[in-house]
């Protein structure tokens, strides 16, 4: 054997590249070979061996790459596709032999999966591009919430971002290509609108914005990393975890892919219009100008539903399935079972075809278009990346990258987002008479709310290794990002806006009634309400008549609010990177933020600028960090120390009721965090490892800037400890095991304060109690990760997931008020602030399982057979999740039912030669067609209904006096004899409440969700 390959990892300095380290012997007499040549093929990196025949080589690009050795007087050797990982050092150790005669090169297979790192220090989880290319999954956050200590950001209005380790949304932050990309001012916890509280834990309504907002099509990532055990001071301004993703960069050789999903091939009974369109290709930019390469990528998803249902067991329209529900729900009631079914189809029919007779209302008993689909429902996600390197010298590296995001979407019809198939909202001049019409007699007023998030992240940096041997190196590494976000959440679609979708994907971007406000807040004058308002009067049309194939029904027609929020971002970044000798790596640096932030939130009758809701603030946030790694091989000890810093800049305590800002004190605030971990192996097989670290964040600027926050709130903090043990079962099989315990002091919560002050500017006192943000929330979190997984090997692999947690503060949300305010100590004056009680999280898990299996036919399975044709190169990997319920109800004593899923996914792959290759698969969602147990409503009851539906002789429809929803009652006029009776009116009451009763669409839970797709490699 040429070359001996050995593999160590370790998260240290540069999450967005790898390092390359070994020894260099001759194969006879295991000597070191001094001035040996090691080359990364495809770059200009590579390196000498020393005087001990060991060298290294830094910024490695992560990806499969060959290394390949040379030396005067022996033959030629590469290691093929060896994994590079980001963040990780990989060990490759060659063995040379000496030859006589110029002979051929040899080529040894690398290791393309790292199975037992030998020094990693910290919990990282990882996702690879192969991984994420076979597993089924729609965006990559469905593949994140599977690894241990991950989840979903929440139930209902919170079910958007990541919770790691039982973290706060908003604690985790996003590094792309090696910084931070971070959305500051956004507010996970802002869901309750201005003017009211209704809406508030409704996933359509939710008005929370996302704190990392830039997404990423599959195929523009390498890498995806989250880490969840603790993080090296370069990075900061995050309480749980890293979420650190490396994007695709070219290479020498033209590479790439087109892929195609769709669900529209299926019935009726399944098409969600689900349309998926990515691509991507890198290469050389200019073959002839050596070392450089660019990589674009590009996605368009759309879907006609957004969030599939089991919409096809709701209210389907009055069918036979409805009417023997119906009799089913009466069979115990002593008047209406009896002596036969109490309802019929033809009853039905006969009664809305008198009322149809009346009032010239179509009489057809209505049905929704597709069985299956959710109207108004619709997503559409726009991504687009880019890269280009260019190593003009040896040492020298210049890097430039494009992200872009466009997520867009409208939400259930209905106040309550139910997503009532009757909001048609269609009007005309008799209907709303004060509006400006023009030349239009109807219009169609979306019953929708929408959201629409668009992100940029534009990167320049270089590398530049101005001090470089075999014994030491040093490189400055420079980045510069423009970050630009904008969100518009919880708005009103405009007046007339219709879709004109390509394959689900809609090109325009939405066009929010809101926009066409002047200066965005409440009009006064009659003719602008005329012009701006649907109505012409006002901003919230209440107690609108809805018709239903049983009766009408109210509610609001509109209701016009949104929240506007859109940040600008400078960030500068300067590191020196120092390889000390052989056992130390050093790295100095420091980030500076500039950050211009505004973010409107009007209320609903604001006729004038409301300095509550409005803010436009430029804070700096700026941090120095230190940090070393010293590997002695059997002991690998990585430390440091960083400094955080925030300067507001601004007084924000400007007010309606306080022009002059007094009683506001902005402060600069900074914090010290230090961290080291220590990993070292036990045994041959065993490797043990420790960690910890403290964890500072600057709360977000929606916070930071509130008009309850006086200028004393400081930044937040998490003291995080872990320890893990990772054993080799075998050559392919490892457990790992880990605690862990985090301490929380100082999150952000509202808290009861007695306020005496003076305000010199007004000459007035401000004295009496008042609830400020304060730093008062505390907690604490413990928990154990247990992962089995087997690397891919005789065409199988394995990964068996299981994270136990106990997640326990005293708040939730920073807008959550604390029960117990502080007293004062009568002898003394001094203030007492009793404890809180610790509850559990929003969002807790406390048990959470993942399997995931991927088998491979082999190549040879049952050969010279049909079977082999059939079957070989073909591809099954399945998801299975098991979790448990999370807290329910104000005090968070109880918990939801547990919930299952299990995806699957089917690819065959067909060679077109040595680089192309073409796969068709099938993606199953939710194989087994799991329901949430919401059911249908039992054991109604005559004497339950009969009483305020109808008087006791009747109505008779020749008798006037009735209003609108009265007259609709003779929908239950089942003889059709103009005279609708008591029994009648309470059957249709029966028949509505059913019908409403099954409305809500979300009630039955995620539906199975079939989709084939394509993709083309080349």
Known sequence: MPVLLTVSTSLFAQLSTGKIEGVVRDKDSGQPLQGAQVVVEGTRLGNVTNADGYFFILNVPPGIRNITFTYTGYQKTTVASQMILAGQTTTVNGVLSSTVVQLEGITIEGESEILVPRDNTVSKQRLTSEYIDEAPATRLEDLMVLEAGVQIGGAGSKAQGLRIRGGRLGEEAMVVDGVMVRNTTADPFDDTWSGGSWWNSTEEAHTGQDTNPLEFSTASVEQVDIITGGFQAEYGNAQSGIINIVTREGGPHYRGSVRFITDQQNPRTADYGYNQLSASVGGPIIPQVKNLFFNVSGELQGTADNLPTHADEGFRGVNQAFVDRLNQSVVNDPILSLPENAYSLDQFRTGREFYASKTGTNASLWSPPNPVRRETNWGDRTLASGKITYSPLVGLKLIGTQNWSRNQRSYPKGSDGSGNYFYDGFVTRSDLPDRNWGADTATYINQARARKVKSSNTLVGLDWDFLKSAQRSATVQFRYTYFVNQSINGADLAVGWKRDPFLSWQKEEINFEVENYPDRWAISDPDLKARYYPDGVTRWRQNWFFETPLRTMEDDLYLLQYRYTREKQNNLKLDLDFQLDRFNRAKLGVQYTMINNHKINPGNWNSSRNYDYEFNYTPRIMAFYAQNRTDLGDLVFDYGIRFDSFRPRENWGVTQSNRSG???????????????????????????????????????????????????????????????????????????????????????????????????????RVRGWYSPYTNRDAGNIKGLDLKLSKRF????????????????????????????AFTYDPSTGEAQVPPDDLRPIEGDRTHMFTGRANYMFPQDFKAGTFYNTLFRNLRLYGIMTLQSGVPDGARKLYRGRWNYNLDLRFTKTFKLGSSRQVSVFTEIFNATNRKDRAGYPRHYLYEDFQYGHAPVEGWDWDVPGRNQIEDMRFNADFNGDGHLSRQEATKGEIAYRMMMSTMNAANWGIARQIRLGAELRF
């Open 793 to 820: 090997s005789n065409n199988f692999s394995f990964d068996g997931i299981y994270t136990m947690q106990f997640s326990r503060t005293t708040g939730s949300a920073p807008n959550q008020s604390l029960e117990n």
């Open 662 to 764: 007094e009683g506001t004190f902005p402060q600069i605030k900074y914090e010290w965090s230090p961290r080291f971990d220590v990993a070292f192996p036990v045994t041959d097989k065993a490797q043990l490892r420790f960690s910890y670290g403290a964890f500072t964040q600057v709360p977000n600027m929606s916070v930071m800037y509130s008009r309850r926050n006086d200028g004393f709130l400081d930044l937040t903090r998490t003291d995080a400890f872990e320890a893990g043990l990772s054993y080799l079962l075998s050559d392919n099989v490892v457990i790992d095991f880990v605690s862990y315990y985090r301490d929380i002091q100082g999150n952000v919560a509202r808290k009861e304060a007695f306020r005496d002050i003076w305000l010199f500017q007004t000459e007035r």
